[in-house]
């Protein structure tokens, strides 16, 4: 599995940017996907995660009722739709899929994108 991940960019604060991943395979293949992000000297921090079917969802304490996560498994892609964005969301968003699903909680995932920049200007 292949994951491209893109829609990066600069951005005020307030503002939005909508991130797409796309999978290399039928997302049919694999199970829940998910987004993480990278600040530089930070670990890496659990975004949100989208089970096959689109209807559960999981989101980090720090994003929630800002950012939505979709999927359309008929292209293959994966969605995160991230308004009133802060200059604390600037990191390299990474997307990532995994073969288990939600129904236990966020799952491993042993597949990752190769990240998208954000920038949040204050």
């Known amino acids: 599995v292949q994951l491209q991940a893109s829609g990066g960019g600069l951005v005020q604060a307030g503002g939005s940017l909508r991130l797409s991943c796309a999978a290399s395979v039928r997302t049919f293949s694999i199970n829940t996907m998910g987004w993480f992000r990278q600040a530089p000297g930070e670990e890496r921090e659990f975004v949100a995660a989208?089970?096959?079917?689109?209807?559960?969802?999981y989101y980090g304490d720090s994003v929630k009722g800002r950012f939505t996560i979709s999927r359309d498994n008929a292209k293959n892609t994966v969605y995160l739709q991230m308004d009133s964005l802060k200059p604390e969301d600037t990191a390299v968003y990474y997307c990532a899929a995994s073969v288990r699903g939600l129904a236990s909680g966020v799952p491993s995932f042993g597949y990752w994108g190769q990240g998208t920049q954000v920038t949040v200007s204050s």
């Open positions: 989208i089970s096959w079917s689109g209807v559960r969802s």
